[in-house]
C-alpha cells in the first residue's frame, strides 16, 4: 500500500540509531509509517521497542539519524502526538484524582499557566466514558486495578485528541475482556484516520489486532502487512537469539569511558 | 493542639534550668512563664512580632516546597541542601564581617546550588546512586560549613552575634529585614506554585508524559529546586540548619496523610507548617528564648502524631474502627448462618431454633450463644422468645445470603477450579462474606443457576431470596423459606 497523498506521513524515521549509557540499544531503522494504521512493534525483551517510541518523542538522545512527525521534527509537531507510557512508569500513589489524570492529557492544548477549562472537563468525561472509567472519576488512583489504570492513561491519550499515538505496552495487566474492548476502541481510532504504534508482547494477539507489524530486534527486522511478515521465517529472525556479535560490540562500547 | 501543650511543657521543665542562664537576649529573665505567655499573646513586643511573623512564614514556604519534595520522593534532599548552605552562610558572612541578611542569602544559596549540582553529578558519572550522593554531600558540606564557623568565631573583630543561631534557630534573632526577605520568598513560592500549578503537578507526577507535550521539564525541575534553595535559606536564622529538613517534611507527610489531592495537600501542607511555626515560637519565647527550631519541629511532629492516629482515611484510629465493625458483621452473619442451619437440618419444619441448638451446633458455650444472639437481635436480624429465636424477614434474607455465598462459592471452587469438595469449605468460610451482588450473579450464571453445592445441600437462589420472603411455605424443591412472618 503505497499512499500517494500530498500530506507528509505521521512518521518517518531515517537510518536511526540510540544508545543508552553510550550503549546503542537501536540501529539504523528505517520507516515510514502511513497514515491510518494499527500497528503493532513486537520483539523479544531488549529489542528496543519502548525505546523506539520514546526515540521519537525525543525522550531519549538520539545518536544519529533523524525522525520526522508529520514532515517536521517532533518538537514542532508535538501536539499531535499522544502518548501512552508504560504503567510502572509512574507512581500510582501520587495524590492525583482519575478525572486529574485524564485532564493531564488536555494540558498540551493549554498555554502556559493556563487551567484546564470546562470544555476540557466535558472532554475528559467523554474519554471516561469510552473506557467505562466514568465512576470512577473522583478515586485515587492508587484504588484501582492494574488493567483499570491502563484504562487511565488510554482515556488520557484519548484526550490528547491527536492524529499518532504512540503506546507503550497498553496490554499489560488488562484482563482478556478489557483487552479487547480496548482493541475495538483502537480500530475505531484507526477508522477515524489516526495512526496507533503500539509496542506488544503477545505474539498470538498481535497477529489478531494489528494491519502491520514492526518486527524489531536492536535493528528493524521487518515492517508490512501483518500477514506478510507474521511468516516463521521471519519471527525466527526476530526471536531467535540475539545477534550475538551485535550484542557484543554493544557490550564493549558500552564499558568504554 | 492542646495534646501537645502537657509534652512541651515537660520538655520547658527539663530544659529550663539550664536555659536560664544560657538565655542571652532575654532582658525578661526576671518574668514568670504565664507572664510572658502573655506577653506573647498580646504581641506587645515589636521582636516578637517578628519572630511570629517569620515562624509563620516560614513555616508557608518550607510546607509548599516540602509538599512537593514527598510527593516526588525527594525528601532527603530537602536535608542534604539544607546542610549544603552552611558553607555558604560563613562564607556570606565573611563577606564584609557582618550578618548581612542579602550577603548571606547570596552565599547559602549558591552553596545549596552547589551541593545539589554535586549530586546530580555524582549520579551521573560514578555508579552511586541517589542515597549515597546525598548523604555524601550532606556531611561534607556540613563539615566544611562547621570548619568555616569554627574559623570566624576566631577571628577577633566583626560582629559575630546571632551568627550562632544558625545551627539550631533563634526566632527572636529575626531583623525586619529577615523577614521581608521571607515573606518575599514566600509570596515567590506560592505565586509561582500556584500560577503554575498544572505544570509542576504534572512533571512531578509523569515526567515522560509532560516531555512528550513539549513542556520545558528542566525547567520547572530546576525552579523547584531554586525556590526550594530560598525557602531553606531564609528559614535558616529561625529553624537552624540542622533541622529546617524537618519543616519540609513533616507538615507535607502530614498533609499527605490526610488527603488524596494534591492542591489540597500543598494548602493543608502550608497551614500546618504555619500552625508549627506559630506554636514554636510561642515556646521559645515562654521558656525565655529557648532554640526555635526544635520546638517548631516537635509541633509539626504532634500535628503528625495527630494525624496518624485520627486522620478520616489512613488514620490507625478509624482502621482500627473499620477492622472492629467488620468482625463484628462477620461474627453476626455466622450467627444468622447458624440458625440457618439448625433449622435446615430439620427441613424448616419449624420456625425457631434454640439457645443450646446453636451452641452446639457452632461449639460454644451456652453464654457465647446468648451474646452472639443479643447481638444479631440488636440489629434487627432475629427475634427471641424465652430460648427460642427466630428470623426476621431482613434475617432471613441475610441469612440466606450468606449460606448461598457459601455453597456457590464452593461448587464454583469444586467445578471449575476443579478442587477437591473436602477442601472448599475453609475457602467458603472467608469468602461468603465479601462477595457483593455482582460477583453473585456472574457465579450464578457460572455455574448454570446450579440448586445443589457439592455436599448435596440446596442453594438459595438469587431471585427466591429477593422475591416471596413473606408468608412462603417450606419449599422442599427450594429448599428454602419456612413461613417466616414475624410475630
Redesign the interface.
Known sequence: MTESSPSPAPLEIHDLTVAYHKKPVLYGIDLNIPRGSLIGIIGPNGAGKSTLI?AV???LPVSSGWIKVFGKPY?EN??R?G?V?QRE???WD????VM??VL?GR??H?R?????TKQDREIAKDCLEKVNLLPFAGR?ISNLSGGQQQRVFLA?ALAQDSDLYLMDEPFVGVDAATEEAIITLLRELKSRGKTLLVVHHDLAGAREYFDRLILLNMRLVAFGPTQEVFTPEILQTTYGGRLTILSDVAQTLGAQP | MRRLLPVVLLAIIFVAPEAAHAARISELSDSTMAERALRFLTFQDPSLRNALAGSMLLGICCGLMGAFLV?R?MALMGDALSHAVLPGVALGFLWNMTKDPLAIFVGATLSGLLGAGTVQLIRHTTRHKEDAALGFVLASFFGVGICLFTMIQNIPGGNKSGLDKFMFGQAAALSQGDVLLLAAVTVLAAGAVL?????Y??T???T??A?????PVQFFHYSLMLLLAFAIVSSLQAVGVVLVSAMLVIPASTA?LL????GL?LLLAAIFGLCSGAIGSFFSFVGRNLPTGPFMVLAAASLFAGALLLGPRHGILSRWWRQRSRSARIRRENTLKAIYQVLEDDGFRREAAGVSELAERRRETREEAMRQIASVRKSGFVTALGDAVSFTPKGWQRACEIVRNHRLWELYLTNAAHIAADHVHEDAEVIEHVLGEEIVLKLEKRLNYARRDPHGKLIPGLKDIRMGRASRRPSRATGFGPDISPV
Open positions: 520514546k518523542m525525543g525522550l518538537k508535538f501536539h502526538v502518548y507510557p512508569s509512574v507512581d501520587f495524590p492525583v484524582s486529574d489524570v493531564m494540558y498540551g493549554l502556559l499557566a493556563q487551567r484546564p485515587q488520557r | 510527593v520522593k500560577l503554575f500549578y498544572k505544570e503537578t504534572l512531578s507526577f509523569d515522560g508524559f516531555r512528550s507535550l513539549g513542556m499527605f488527603t488524596d489531592r494534591f495537600m
